[in-house]
């Protein structure tokens, strides 16, 4: 099983990045797939979820509007799409997996999670 998770880098605030995920090893389209992200000194934090067909994600507060998460399960890849980034948005962005249909109360759950990526950084500074 493997989780590559790829498309970050430093940014301007204000500035887009696509982050994208690609899964091996796994029967993709029988996960939910979710991005978290971690800071320096900070726990883990849900950013966005998204079901098993790739209906309606759902995001965390502090991104709604301006994160998007999307998948194609024909090549097995999960993306992030992050807009009018903020410097409060710099961290290591991390794609999860977890069997089955998307449940809100699991998807924040880190916990949750079958398998995990590797991460990728985001930094956002001028």
């Known amino acids: 099983v493997q989780l590559q998770a790829s498309g970050g880098g430093l940014v301007q605030p204000g500035g887009s990045l696509t982050l994208s995920c690609a899964a091996s090893g796994f029967v993709f389209s029988d996960y939910t797939m979710s991005w978290f992200r971690q800071a320096p000194g900070k726990r883990p934090e849900w950013v966005s979820s998204?079901?098993?067909?790739?209906?309606?994600?759902i995001s965390a507060d502090s991104v709604k509007g301006r994160f998007t998460a999307s998948r194609d399960n024909a090549k097995n890849t999960v993306y992030l799409q992050v807009d009018s980034l903020k410097p409060e948005d710099t961290a290591v962005y991390y794609c999860?997996?977890?069997?089955?249909?998307?449940?809100?109360?699991?998807?924040?759950?880190?916990?949750?999670?079958?398998?995990w990526g590797q991460g990728t950084q985001v930094t956002v500074s001028s």
């Open positions: 999860a997996a977890r069997i089955g249909r998307l449940i809100t109360s699991q998807a924040v759950d880190f916990s949750a999670y079958d398998y």
């Open positions: 998204i079901g098993r067909s790739g209906g309606a994600p």
